[in-house]
């Protein structure tokens, strides 16, 4: 069953123009189905996957052979799994500089395999696109449509009941616990569910770490993994992380990089203008998926039952903004004032994992004082609503609001 994805709008909008089209992201986000379904759509198209081992020698030792059998008959030609190909992104610019009026579309499982193989040899050739797990938009369009469009719809200001806040928020928290895979998504149970997030957590250590990375110390990076699901939310203590998992600083630092270029973390750094006073020092941890977090650490109890809530709703908020293509930042200051989110370097967020007064914290007051932007968010339960300070705009929202940050790039 199909899943639609924003992404496919944006990747059909470049149809006609010729560049070759990547679609990077974790293991089993949708990347082939979304692929399959765009070639579905087209006439005169070819669907290949480098899974295949025949596809993949014919392009690896004999690329003049591979472009008579499957690039020259078609419009639209599909390889799945690119980063299986010794020397993909050398053969693709050769394909690319002979062959006219074609349109190539690759995935790749990590962003690491298409910048090695492909994206160095193919400059201004190829539009590069990160699918992530489910967004929340998405995930509520697949569970509930009338819910969704009634969101969607919903006019600004407008207030929400306290039975629609309910059930938007049952959703919400059913998603932060088990994250937004596909294939979960589509599990009829809470048991399959856990079992196949299990199973990408598996699957993620045997094939993209040990294999293609060729790291064989799997038992450390699960153990690395496990001390950053406790450290969500704050700021990496390298120390601590090599202490738990006996990685010393070298090789901390390059499983952390392979994690983060996985799409299994965020590393948000910190925001600064002056380093004389702000402290610029390490990132924050943050996981793009809470149900992969929650599978390593198998922890998949109900929000309400957990102490760690308060992170994961800051985790929530840090996955949709960056699903939405922000940049995000964190400040903290020697003086203790920190605000969770500074995104596209101006917009101060702020997220509350309870009810809250709709009033501004001292930290919050101290960013807006310094830096003066148009607009602040707090992400909390409380009704919506936003006044002034100064000439500073601050909107109290709810965390399932539509986030606006993309418009302010």
Known sequence: MYIKR??????TKYLKTPEIIAV????QVGKTTLLQQIHQGLDNSLFITFEDVSYRQLFDTD???FIELYIQPYKYIFIDEFQYANNGGQQLKRIFDTVQDKKIFISGSSVLDLTIHAVKHLAGRLFAFV?????FEEFLAFKNQELHRYLSDKKENAKFSSIMLEKLYAYLEEYIVYGGYPRVLLSPDHEEKKEVLRN???????????DLMGLFDDYKMISLMKALSLQTGNVISYQELSQITSLNFSSLKKNLNLLEKTYVIGLPRPFFTNKRIELVKNPKIYFHDTGLRHAVIDDFRRMEMRQDKG???ENFIYAELMKEGNDIKYWRTKSKAEVDFIVNEKIPVE?????TKTAVGKSLHSYIEKYNPDNAYIFTKKTEESFMIGKTAVHFLHHFSKIPFAEQH
């Open 6 to 11: 924003t992404l496919e709008t944006k990747i």
């Open 311 to 313: 992170a994961l709703w």
């Open 24 to 27: 990077t992201g974790a293991r």
């Open 351 to 355: 997220v509350k994992s309870s009810p």
């Open 200 to 210: 990408i957590l598996n699957v993620y250590l045997l094939r993209d770490v040990r």
């Open 131 to 135: 699918l992530h797990p489910l967004s």
């Open 63 to 65: 690329i003049q052979a």
